[in-house]
């Protein structure tokens, strides 16, 4: 099994929500600023290092959030979430 690498423009994208964990990881949704031909807008980069958790690209909002939202549950499991934000992008 392979652990997707995101993209660079991943990276230089803003953030719709991110979630911060105690031990310090962490777990992103971002919206690209110039999506993919085929449809990817969305990307979700963690660092949890929890085997139940991935890095995702999606071309959906409500799928990119649902993965999101399902990082977060699993990771509470070993790490307390801190702080969970949506961020006003305008």
Known sequence: MSYLI???RAFNS???EYAN???ESFVNLIKLNKPY???ILYAVYETTNN???SNGLFTKY???KSK???MIKNHT???KLIKKEKINNN
């Open 6 to 8: 995101l993209p660079k």
């Open 14 to 16: 803003p953030l719709i």
């Open 21 to 23: 964990f105690q031990d």
């Open 51 to 53: 085997p139940f958790c």
């Open 37 to 39: 031909a085929n449809g």
């Open 62 to 64: 409500e799928k990119a």
């Open 68 to 70: 999101f939202e399902l």
């Open 77 to 79: 499991y070993k790490s």
